[in-house]
């Protein structure tokens, strides 16, 4: 699980450098600025999602509620 999270982040990493890349050549920096901060927000999500799950895991080995 924790690999497919990385090979997610790192896709949307790599996809939000291309897609940047493109709209600054196009003259397009806004946008470039743009999809870098949702590049970045959707990262933050996917990070707090997998936090969630190591904290789920170790309530239940701790034998916490």
Do not use: H, P, R, Y
Not at 2 to 12: R, Y
């Amino acid at each position: 699980s924790g690999t497919s999270c990385a090979g997610k982040i790192a896709g949307v990493g790599m996809l939000t450098a291309i897609v940047n890349v493109i709209l600054k050549k196009s003259d397009k920096d806004e946008i470039g600025t743009f999809v870098t901060i949702v590049g970045i927000v959707v990262v933050l999500m996917m990070v707090v999602d997998m936090l969630t799950g190591v904290m789920d895991t170790g309530k239940q080995l701790f034998g916490l509620k």
